[in-house]
């Protein structure tokens, strides 16, 4: 589930979508691919500029969710989406953010549900963006 912010990017094979709104600036994705990820660039998503096993990878790397992708029908082994991780992991990072991946169902501070397979949430209690991190507090660094 994504929300109105979101905007899908398509190439052959492989289409990215990025919602604005869970970002927080990882940077995964530009470090794993900046070829297909340059924000300097607009578009900034430019799937076609790699191969879609290997954008689909570092889609993956994104801790938010922020970046989900679809791979075309007839080769992916994953069915073409995502699949969640199994079992589920909750790692706390050394600032204390809370990275999930998994089956996940999220419940946000105004009571919207948001289904996912990645997400930051924060450790610490100060984030105004509750239940995820948006690093205003200490466990945002």
Do not use: N
Not at 97 to 125: D, K, N, Q, S, Y
């Amino acid at each position: 589930m994504t929300s109105g912010t979101a905007k899908t990017y398509e190439a052959a094979g492989v289409a990215v979508t990025f919602d604005s709104a869970v970002c927080r600036h990882a940077a995964e994705c530009v470090r794993g691919l900046p070829e297909v990820f340059d924000t300097g660039r607009r578009p900034w998503i430019t799937p076609g500029a790699a191969a879609p096993e290997a954008v689909a990878e570092v889609v993956r790397r994104c801790p938010t969710g922020a970046l989900t992708y679809r791979l075309a029908s007839g080769g992916a082994a994953d069915g073409g989406v995502e699949q969640p991780a199994r079992p589920t992991s909750v790692v706390r990072t050394t600032d204390g953010r809370l990275l999930m991946r998994g089956e996940l169902r999220i419940t946000g501070g105004e009571g919207e549900v948001r289904e996912t397979t990645r997400a930051m949430l924060c450790g610490c209690g100060a984030s105004e963006d509750g239940p995820y991190c948006d690093r205003s507090g200490a466990c945002g660094g």
